[in-house]
């Protein structure tokens, strides 16, 4: 490919433009904004699990690094470049827009991208050109294939994110799966091997601590050049690697990154690849447990994995078949309801929506000033008395049976009467 | 269906944008699916026949991942296989289908698979292992769409989905409350007795 080629070509240098422009679908080796931008293709392309409707959050992300990325033709390729690319990575980190991408765990929440890392997103070989840079620490690492160790750009882009200060290199690791095929990293040659090491290190680091220090960075830094030593490859950049591991240390130390999600390397423990990627693994998911641990109510004690997804097994179950017993009791009142009742119903029952269920017996649902009266129902029904009660729930829900009637006759199916529903209703 | 998968997803960040658990358990998301859920239980007394339980509980769990936004997977998974089956006259959804049938084979297998580790004389940590797999399989059948979903992944989508079926057990307990409550005010009075009853039922019901 001839990006590939361009980047062996500027491996030694700092020419990222080149990669950095072409949006063009190749197969392992992508631009950076080639990634962001084809993300969606390559999802599709790579067999992605989620659909690629997924990233519509990180889109509006994708114009950014376009407009950016060819600012950056003229001026300085990597600080232009990475700057908006770390412009966009706190986009990606926000919580918003990696928390409804299906993660909506509270420990990544600050600006982990963990879960997002676990997409297999083509690696982004371009990156190796970044060898040079320094960027700091600020890497979203993910750990979805521990088993790839071929992470080319991850490596690089930790090296230069120390220098450049920015976190756009990160933006183009998250898509940088290291699943890539390991013969065409291989190929890239020096800043192939050097973002190997780093890349490993990179992906041990993980999902987990967006706090950790800067020293812990050096020290799975140190430690993975010891591992990458071990591990086959040219040993060209070798020296160039722990040169600019030097000087990321440095960065490291000086500038504490808070983004920075990487796992310390214990001391004692091996510092092998593949044991940090299935430390990495194994701490991702003993941290989900805790926090299932605190979802699932009288869990606090339970110690054990096994212990505990038993509970949760149970907990989920027991849930089911709540509903299930919840949908035969409607079931059974539905139809002993007309209209006006209902409209009476929706009232009260919107009314009441931020009170337990089973304080439902205490009021009457007559007459909505009949909710003043319970002293459960208070604050619901100041929440009515605000609004002119009546007139507006009367209104509001007097017009709702009759747009509903409309709508429904012509529906078929279920779901598509409750997706014609979503288009009517306005969100409160 | 794939369009009205879209009109699910939001474009950008949603409203609530947090862990799953402040997520679910905001007002708004009650009231969101409070009213979907009211929508779509007209929707299944439509059709003038008996409503069943499966119908309510399929239109529950369709509102229930619509009101997810199609964030998560296994409310895409809910939603796909919703819309798979629109065309029957039973919406059930396949998901549900299937659970029906397996979830008690989910738990027999999980004590057969405990029965079975305890039998063999294998090392702990293997023995473990084993276990924990077993769980994390029949979680997978349990979470609708995450059948072949790795561990961290499943986690995820346990915590999301749990956080999810409580909001929906909350609001369907305050629906149905409310709905008791309504025709024991009007004067209707074969109704009362099936009402009290299922009340009783479901005090009974609780964990």
Same mark, same amino acid.
């Given at each position: 490919m001839e990006m590939n080629e361009k980047n062996d070509a500027d491996l030694e240098k700092d020419q990222p433009s080149g990669h950095n422009q072409h949006p063009s679908f190749h197969g392992p080796g992508f631009s950076t904004e080639a990634q962001i931008d084809s993300s969606t293709n390559a999802l599709a392309a790579m067999g992605?699990?989620?659909?690629?409707?997924?990233w519509n959050p990180p889109g509006q992300n994708f114009g950014l690094s376009e407009t950016n990325t060819n600012a950056m033709i003229t001026g300085h390729p990597f600080s232009s470049f990475l700057g908006m690319l770390s412009a966009a990575v706190p986009t990606y980190a926000g919580p918003s827009g990696f928390m409804d991408? &299906?993660?909506?765990f509270p420990s990544l929440? #600050?600006?982990?991208?963990g879960p997002m890392m676990d997409h297999p997103f083509p690696r982004n070989?371009?990156? #190796?050109?970044?060898?040079n840079g320094t960027e700091p620490s600020r890497e979203i690492e993910m750990?979805?294939?521990?088993?790839?160790?071929?992470g080319v750009s991850l490596a690089a882009d930790r090296q230069q994110g120390d220098t450049e200060g920015s976190h756009g290199v990160d933006a183009s690791k998250e898509f940088?799966?290291?699943?890539?095929?390991g013969g065409v990293c291989q190929d890239e040659g020096p800043s192939v091997s050097s973002a190997k090491k780093r890349k490993r290190s990179g992906q041990d680091r993980g999902?987990?601590?967006?706090?950790?220090?800067s020293q812990q960075l050096a020290t799975v830094v140190a430690k993975q050049e010891k591992d990458n030593d071990e591990k086959? &490859?040219?040993?060209?950049p070798i020296s160039a690697s722990r040169k600019s591991n030097g000087k990321q240390t440095e960065d490291n130390s000086d500038a504490p990154k808070e983004d920075y999600i990487h796992i310390r390397a214990r001391s004692?423990?091996?510092?092998?690849s593949h044991s940090l990627a299935e430390r990495v693994r194994r701490e991702k998911i003993s941290e989900r447990m805790k926090f299932l641990q605190d979802l699932?109510? &009288?869990?606090?004690k339970v110690i054990g994995k096994a212990v505990m997804l038993d509970e949760i097994i149970n907990y989920v179950q027991s849930l089911q078949r709540q509903v299930e017993f919840l949908s035969m009791k409607l079931s059974t009142v539905?139809?002993?309801?007309d209209f006006n009742i209902e409209r009476i119903l929706s009232k009260d029952f919107f009314q009441s929506q931020?009170?337990?269920?089973?304080?439902?017996?205490? @009021?009457?649902?007559?007459?909505?000033?009949? @909710?003043?009266?319970?002293p459960k129902h208070s604050q619901a029904a100041l929440h009515g008395i605000v609004n002119p009660t009546d007139a507006f729930g009367r209104v509001t829900n007097a017009q709702m049976p009759n747009n509903f009637d409309g709508e429904f006759h012509?529906?078929?199916?279920m779901p598509f009467s409750l997706f014609n529903d979503q288009e009517s209703n306005v969100e409160p | 269906m794939g369009g009205a998968k879209r009109r699910g997803k939001?474009?950008?960040?949603?409203?609530?944008?947090?862990?799953a658990q402040t997520k679910w358990r905001s007002g708004t998301q009650e009231r969101i699916y409070g009213r979907r859920l009211l929508d779509a239980l007209r929707a299944t007394r439509?059709?003038?026949?008996? %409503?069943q339980p499966r119908a309510v509980k399929a239109a529950a769990d369709s509102a229930l991942a619509l009101t997810a936004r199609g964030q998560s997977r296994w409310s895409r998974a809910i939603l796909l296989a919703g819309a798979a089956s629109?065309?029957?006259?039973?919406?059930?959804k396949a998901g549900g289908k299937i659970r029906r049938h397996r979830r008690p084979q989910a738990r027999a297998a999980l004590e057969a698979s405990k029965a079975a580790a305890a039998a063999s004389a294998g090392e702990p940590p293997v023995l473990k292992e084993r276990k924990v797999k077993d769980r994390l399989r029949v979680l997978g059948r349990l979470? %609708?769409?995450?059948?072949?979903?790795?561990a961290p992944d499943l986690l995820e989508e346990t915590a999301d989905y749990m956080a999810a079926l409580e909001m929906q057990v909350k609001t369907m307990r305050a629906l149905a409350d409310a709905f008791a409550a309504a025709q024991l005010s009007s004067p209707q009075p074969p109704s009362q007795a099936p009402e009290a009853s299922a009340a009783g039922d479901e005090a009974e019901m609780e964990r």
């Amino acid at each position: 490919m001839e990006m590939n080629e361009k980047n062996d070509a500027d491996l030694e240098k700092d020419q990222p433009s080149g990669h950095n422009q072409h949006p063009s679908f190749h197969g392992p080796g992508f631009s950076t904004e080639a990634q962001i931008d084809s993300s969606t293709n390559a999802l599709a392309a790579m067999g992605n699990p989620f659909p690629p409707g997924l990233w519509n959050p990180p889109g509006q992300n994708f114009g950014l690094s376009e407009t950016n990325t060819n600012a950056m033709i003229t001026g300085h390729p990597f600080s232009s470049f990475l700057g908006m690319l770390s412009a966009a990575v706190p986009t990606y980190a926000g919580p918003s827009g990696f928390m409804d991408c &299906g993660t909506g765990f509270p420990s990544l929440n #600050g600006g982990n991208l963990g879960p997002m890392m676990d997409h297999p997103f083509p690696r982004n070989q371009p990156l #190796g050109s970044f060898q040079n840079g320094t960027e700091p620490s600020r890497e979203i690492e993910m750990t979805v294939d521990e088993g790839c160790k071929d992470g080319v750009s991850l490596a690089a882009d930790r090296q230069q994110g120390d220098t450049e200060g920015s976190h756009g290199v990160d933006a183009s690791k998250e898509f940088s799966k290291p699943g890539c095929s390991g013969g065409v990293c291989q190929d890239e040659g020096p800043s192939v091997s050097s973002a190997k090491k780093r890349k490993r290190s990179g992906q041990d680091r993980g999902v987990k601590h967006v706090q950790e220090g800067s020293q812990q960075l050096a020290t799975v830094v140190a430690k993975q050049e010891k591992d990458n030593d071990e591990k086959d &490859g040219p040993k060209r950049p070798i020296s160039a690697s722990r040169k600019s591991n030097g000087k990321q240390t440095e960065d490291n130390s000086d500038a504490p990154k808070e983004d920075y999600i990487h796992i310390r390397a214990r001391s004692g423990q091996a510092t092998n690849s593949h044991s940090l990627a299935e430390r990495v693994r194994r701490e991702k998911i003993s941290e989900r447990m805790k926090f299932l641990q605190d979802l699932v109510p &009288g869990c606090s004690k339970v110690i054990g994995k096994a212990v505990m997804l038993d509970e949760i097994i149970n907990y989920v179950q027991s849930l089911q078949r709540q509903v299930e017993f919840l949908s035969m009791k409607l079931s059974t009142v539905n139809p002993a309801l007309d209209f006006n009742i209902e409209r009476i119903l929706s009232k009260d029952f919107f009314q009441s929506q931020g009170t337990p269920a089973s304080s439902a017996f205490g @009021f009457l649902p007559e007459n909505s000033h009949h @909710f003043l009266h319970q002293p459960k129902h208070s604050q619901a029904a100041l929440h009515g008395i605000v609004n002119p009660t009546d007139a507006f729930g009367r209104v509001t829900n007097a017009q709702m049976p009759n747009n509903f009637d409309g709508e429904f006759h012509n529906v078929t199916g279920m779901p598509f009467s409750l997706f014609n529903d979503q288009e009517s209703n306005v969100e409160p | 269906m794939g369009g009205a998968k879209r009109r699910g997803k939001p474009a950008g960040a949603a409203a609530a944008a947090g862990p799953a658990q402040t997520k679910w358990r905001s007002g708004t998301q009650e009231r969101i699916y409070g009213r979907r859920l009211l929508d779509a239980l007209r929707a299944t007394r439509l059709p003038q026949t008996q %409503p069943q339980p499966r119908a309510v509980k399929a239109a529950a769990d369709s509102a229930l991942a619509l009101t997810a936004r199609g964030q998560s997977r296994w409310s895409r998974a809910i939603l796909l296989a919703g819309a798979a089956s629109c065309r029957r006259r039973v919406l059930v959804k396949a998901g549900g289908k299937i659970r029906r049938h397996r979830r008690p084979q989910a738990r027999a297998a999980l004590e057969a698979s405990k029965a079975a580790a305890a039998a063999s004389a294998g090392e702990p940590p293997v023995l473990k292992e084993r276990k924990v797999k077993d769980r994390l399989r029949v979680l997978g059948r349990l979470v %609708p769409g995450c059948r072949k979903l790795q561990a961290p992944d499943l986690l995820e989508e346990t915590a999301d989905y749990m956080a999810a079926l409580e909001m929906q057990v909350k609001t369907m307990r305050a629906l149905a409350d409310a709905f008791a409550a309504a025709q024991l005010s009007s004067p209707q009075p074969p109704s009362q007795a099936p009402e009290a009853s299922a009340a009783g039922d479901e005090a009974e019901m609780e964990r």
